[in-house]
T-cell receptor
């Protein structure tokens, strides 16, 4: 079946602009996660949704970052007033249910470059 | 979640067993050991997890020491497609809702 998809695959923007990154989770997965991965580093947790609500947004670096999941399926990560330091690969993952051992399935990521 | 330590890189010959070590000396009794890998330009992929018993699935085997302070991921017959960064993660059972905490992992290079 279809896995997690993310669009766009690449996004180039200028400093100060607003960007939106989209994640389509695996159908039926109730949990959705956003991560950010800088070059040479492991992924860094940003935010977790259970259904429509953000259950844990402790990883968001500042108030320029915001994510929504209005219908409990597709999620959008929004970054305002982008800075060069926001350049990274943004990964989305989804997971079925709340079982402790259910694995997270990751998408291919969106590579964001802020010039 | 407990911290893990992994070597930054390893080489292995194609067809041989690849043994990837992970130290987690501060692991708590209710924490599991998870392994994910990330092939270049892809998202991480779950491999295996365990508590204290050795585990095996179609991808790999996980050997956890009796004191649980370290573990080894074994790829029994490595292929070129196994070249990837391998992450060892320790997390609380029932912590399935939490985001994963990745370190820098081990970059495994399979040599032809």
């Amino acid at each position: 079946g279809a896995g997690v998809s993310q669009t766009p695959s690449n996004k180039v923007t200028e400093k100060g602009k607003y960007v939106e990154l989209r994640c389509d989770p695996i159908s039926g997965h109730t949990a959705l996660y956003w991560y950010r991965q800088s070059l040479g580093q492991g992924p860094e947790f940003l935010i977790y949704f259970q259904g429509t609500g953000a259950a844990d947004d402790s990883g968001l670096p500042n108030d320029r970052f915001f994510a929504v999941r209005p219908e409990g399926s597709v999620s959008t990560l929004k970054i305002q007033r982008t800075e060069r330091g926001d350049s990274a690969v943004y990964l989305c993952a989804s997971r079925a249910g709340t079982g402790a051992y259910n694995e997270q399935f990751f998408g291919p990521g969106t590579r964001l470059t802020v010039l | 979640d407990a911290k893990t330590t992994q070597p930054p890189s390893m080489d292995c010959a194609e067809g041989r067993a690849a043994n990837l070590p992970c130290n987690h000396s501060t692991i708590s009794g209710n924490e599991y050991v998870y392994w994910y890998r990330q092939i270049h330009s892809q998202g991480p992929q779950y491999i295996i997890h365990g508590l204290k018993n050795n585990e095996t699935n179609e991808m790999a085997s996980l050997i956890i020491t009796e004191d649980r302070k370290s573990s080894t991921l074994i790829l029994p017959h490595a292929t070129l497609r196994d070249t990837a960064v391998y992450y060892c993660i320790v997390r609380v059972a029932g912590g399935g809702a939490d985001g994963l905490t990745f370190g820098k992992g081990t970059h495994l290079i399979i040599q032809p």
